[in-house]
C-alpha cells in the first residue's frame, strides 16, 4: 500500500483537472482527494497500490486536454487521510 501527496502546477484550475482526476483515481482504484489550493495549484492525495499510485503519478504529469502541467511535487502521506473514496473539492 502507497500513499502520497501530489502538488500540480501550471494551468490546472478551471479545466476539468481535479474531475479528471477523480476519474483517473477510480479507474485505478485510489481513495483520496484532489483539491484546489489557493496559489492556483491542485493538491493530490492517493492512497492504493503502488502500482496505481505511480500509475496516477504519470498521468498527473500530462493532466487532462486543456491542461498544462509545469511541475508535479511528491511527497509521502498518511494514508488515514484518505477516507474511503476518492472526492473532489
Do not use: C, Y
Request: proline share 1%.
Amino acid at each position: 500500500m502507497s500513499a502520497a501527496r501530489f502538488v500540480v502546477r501550471g494551468k490546472v484550475q478551471g479545466v476539468w483537472f481535479r474531475a479528471s482526476t477523480r476519474e483517473q483515481a477510480g479507474a485505478l482504484g485510489l481513495r483520496g482527494h484532489a483539491h484546489n489550493r489557493e496559489d492556483g495549484s491542485v493538491e493530490v492525495l492517493a492512497v492504493g497500490t503502488d502500482d496505481s499510485v505511480e500509475a496516477l503519478a504519470g498521468w498527473l504529469r500530462l493532466g487532462p486536454s486543456g491542461a498544462r502541467v509545469d511541475t508535479v511535487e511528491r511527497s509521502t502521506a498518511d494514508e488515514s487521510e484518505a477516507g474511503e473514496s476518492f472526492r473532489i473539492g
